[in-house]
């Protein structure tokens, strides 16, 4: 699962961006969906030892700001087998490119090597 989070300075927390899995029992199909319900703030737990990190840098808040509005207008796709999570934080990556918040070389940097 891929994910975009800075730390909180002072806690034990980090804010984090990404998609999720849902089965909405209740809502229209296709179920299970793929839902961006926006920027969380969530607390250290055992999970943050085995990810892998990769620096994007460091950013104002007004920069992370404007990284979770990105975020946000960025689109999630309907499941179809092979569209996913990492095929949403690749086209969010590119939105900030486009933003001019990162690089075209750093998402480059940030993506080499990893499995898509």
């Known amino acids: ?58 950013f104002s808040l007004a920069d992370r700001l404007r990284i979770e509005d990105v975020a946000r207008e960025t689109p999630v ?4 087998g092979t569209w996913n999570c990492q095929d949403w934080l690749l086209d969010l990556l590119q939105r900030m490119v486009s933003a001019g918040i990162i690089s075209q070389d750093k998402r480059d940097s940030l993506v080499h090597g990893l499995e898509v």
């Open 1 to 58: 699962h891929w994910s975009l989070a800075w730390p909180i300075s002072g806690t034990a927390a980090w804010r984090q961006i990404h998609i999720v899995t849902e089965n909405m029992t209740d809502g229209p199909p296709p179920q299970p969906r793929y839902v961006y319900w926006g920027a969380m703030t969530k607390s250290a737990g055992p999970v943050d030892s085995v990810a892998t990190r990769r620096s994007v840098g460091v």
């Open 77 to 80: 796709m309907m499941p179809d």
